[in-house]
């Protein structure tokens, strides 16, 4: 039972360059999210999906899209990535959306673009 | 305004000692509240939910104060693995699903 896991764990893009971040739960959790986190402040809530094919925006979606591939994966994709865009990625989990349930966190993507 | 602040920390406390941090929040509407705990360069992990009775678990205590908008997190006898960060979460499920984490507060515990 791997909780929710991430790939890759570091990359390094140049600005332009296009990448997609993974994300796979193994918890038959219903909903999954993504965060970027940066230096000095919380958790920023860039996309979610509360339900296999439902997807939502969050608090920044600029310059992102998800796909919620099945119940298991949900990816973020960076088209045309841009310095503003170096940040840590966390993806998590839930058993739905809704009040009161824990999120389980994936260990992060660090990402730097050049 | 932040819609979630927390004192950054961070706190220096001596092992044994207690410590107790707040997060406010400026959405009144507010449904539910959280504390997570981040070591250095991992992910986030829940702490403990914070209900409007307050709840222990442990060494650990949380609180809601409704009328003034913060929560609460105590943490007594502590020892040197609570060092982290702290992270107050405050969430509000409606039409727009908003899910705002604080900062986080820095905690050391020295032996």
């Known amino acids: 039972n791997a909780g929710v896991t991430q790939t890759p764990k570091f990359q390094v893009l140049k600005t332009g360059q296009s990448m997609t971040l993974q994300c796979a739960q193994d918890m038959n959790h219903n909903s999954m999210y993504w965060y970027r986190q940066d230096p000095g402040m919380g958790l920023r809530l860039i996309y979610y999906s509360a339900s296999e094919g439902t997807t939502d925006k969050g608090e920044v979606p600029n310059g992102y899209n998800v796909s919620r591939l099945n119940k298991r994966e949900f990816s973020l994709r960076l088209e045309s990535a841009a310095p503003s865009q170096t940040s840590v990625y966390f993806c998590a989990s839930s058993e739905a959306h809704r009040g009161g349930d824990t999120q389980y966190f994936g260990p992060g993507t660090r990402l730097t673009v050049l | 305004r932040k819609e979630v602040e927390q004192d950054p920390g961070p706190f220096n406390v001596p092992e044994g000692a207690t410590v107790a941090f707040n997060c406010t929040y400026s959405?009144?509407?507010?449904?539910?509240f959280f504390w997570y705990r981040q070591d250095c360069r991992k992910e986030p992990k829940l702490l403990m939910s914070v209900y409007s009775s307050g709840n222990e678990d442990g060494r650990f205590t949380a609180q809601l104060n409704r009328a003034s908008q913060y929560i609460s997190l105590l943490i007594r006898d502590s020892k040197l693995s609570d060092s982290a960060t702290y992270l107050c979460?405050?969430?509000?499920?409606?039409?727009?699903?908003?899910?705002?984490f604080g900062s986080g507060t820095r905690l050391s515990i020295r032996p």
């Open positions: 959405n009144s509407a507010s449904q539910s």
């Open positions: 979460v405050v969430t509000t499920y409606s039409s727009a699903s908003k899910i705002i």
